[in-house]
């Protein structure tokens, strides 16, 4: 397993998703909702899985930029679960910090 | 030549062949508790492979679960992940089978000279060790790390091979330790990636009341000679409430169980390594050895000799 800090960012967002996961489904208020939830799990799942195969130089500046960017919005994700924040906006930041990690993966 | 001198010269005969001889049987003693306990250690670490695979297809099972509780499509290219793990896993549990093979023939190296099993068992771990795929794109290459230890071990012929094949093992064996550790984390990983799972698929049996609090209960009750009324218990939502926390309690021991058994084994290599260790450190006389240790003792002898006629001179 790689000791990276980029492949131990990936980690901690499938792990922040998948641990809260049940939380937000049963917050969410529509369908649209449970879709987004989805989505972002099964982005998330494939993104850890490509990662463990990856081998990231953190010391990229695009990679550490997007790094930065991604340690950033885990933290904002985590203030607002523990605040129980709106749902949909919480949703928002959980595929935004997804679709960092996918761009993260193609850079590798 | 004398009676007297004539027992004395078959008295250093016998003892400079025991020196010469007797440290060759008990390397040889050595040498086979040396592979029982290679053999055995070896044989652990496959099934502590053989549980991870376990681990992974429960994780593979209970995410499905999860899945179909959420609603969640689950394609074949996300199970397919599990799969692949399982399978290098597969593959490291049949290189650790075939190290304790190894292992074995160096146990009969010690017995007799056993060229051809050496030969069959060393080809099968340098075939395995070759093909063994990475566990993760930035783990050690296993094919790197064992080198060509394995064809060195084909070249061990005979019994007086021992202590070169015990070296070549003791190679073959710090790289699998190398091996090991650097993908330690993968390994606990997988322990808590279960504990996750079982985790998820608890919290959804819980919230859609598919769970019967029996299981847990009846033992200590009927321990007492006591019975439930499960209807009552069931609908009871403290007693369900305490019922899933004892259930993630022990999802949660388990993964400690997990992690803990990746450190044994790491434990069990290291023990391993150092009896090797010590096997390699301890060597027998050389003849040259032998020979000085003889002319040193019949000496000796030879004084005792002089000092006892001296003695009835006098």
Redesign the interface.
Known sequence: ????KT?LEIQETY?LI??N??SL??RCESEAH?NEL?SA??VA??NY?AA????FRDNEPQLRFLRNHLDNTQNEIKTMLENEQKIGKTLNLITSAVRIVSSIIALA | MNVNRKIHTLFVALIALSILLFPGCDRREEGSALATEGAATLEKIAEFYDMLIISTEESRDAESIFRAF????FPP??QA?FDKQASNLRKRAQLARSFSDTFKTLGKLAEYNASAEVKESTTKLAKEIQTLPK?????IDPSKIFGMIAGDLMALKQSKDLRRGAVLIRDALSKYQLLFDN?I??YK?IAVDRY?KFN?VA??LF?KNLVQSSGLLNPSVSALGLSIDMKKADADPDLMRAVESIARGRAEKMMAVGQMAAHTAQRDLSKLAATVDRFIAKRPFTLSEGIQLTAELQKYLEEIESLRKAKKEE
Do not use: C, L
Request: no cysteine; hydrophobic share 35%.
């Open positions: 397993m790689s000791d990276t492949f792990f998948e641990q996961f049940n489904f049963v449970r989805r799990y099964q799942f494939m899985a463990k195969e990856k081998i | 959420t609603r969640m499509p290219e996300q992940t566990m993760s794109a930035d783990s993908e984390e993968v990983g996750k998820n919290y959804w919230h």
